[in-house]
């Protein structure tokens, strides 16, 4: 089974007739999509090698990112996941993108991807459960701002 990895973002980012990398993406389940982008990007934050390729490559899985955060926060009966499994899926992102967040050093166009990605677990965390949404979005702040109620 295809797993994200930088080679497969590089294959999306530069497509090939038949778009073999897309369809090798959506062939990789929802929960290990989340995970792996996460990973992904948390390798991609701070790392100053290649910083062309890197920003274009987090850029991507965060997008990428956003997009199955949504799906996750969407209908059961689409993603086939009961909302326990996606609060726990998104809680899991959600805890290593706000540590990732908190790092200083990090590219700012890379630390507003991050950003956006936990601006959108607010949004869907709070769509499959109003009150962990509403945890979240304080423990967000008091990262942020400590002290925030």
């Not at 701070?46 to 920003?55: C, F, R, V, W």
């Not at 890379?110 to 509403?134: F, I, M, P, W, Y």
């Amino acid at each position: 089974m295809a797993s994200v990895s930088r080679d497969l973002l590089d294959a999306m980012l530069a497509p090939a007739p038949g778009r073999p990398a897309e369809e090798a993406f959506r062939a990789i389940p929802l929960p290990n999509r989340v995970r792996e982008l996460t990973s992904i990007i948390g390798e991609l934050y701070l790392d100053a090698t290649n910083a062309a390729g890197n920003a274009g490559r987090c850029m991507l899985a965060a997008v990428l990112l956003r997009r199955d955060i949504i799906a996750l926060a969407g209908n059961e009966a689409l993603t086939g996941l009961k909302p326990s499994i996606s609060l726990a899926i998104m809680g899991e992102a959600a805890d290593a993108l706000v540590g990732m967040f908190g790092q200083e050093g990090a590219p700012s166009d890379r630390r507003r991807q991050v950003g956006h990605c936990v601006a959108e677990l607010c949004n869907s965390l709070s769509l499959v459960s109003a009150d962990t949404g509403k945890e979240f979005v304080k423990t967000v702040l008091n990262r942020l701002q400590p002290g925030v109620s």
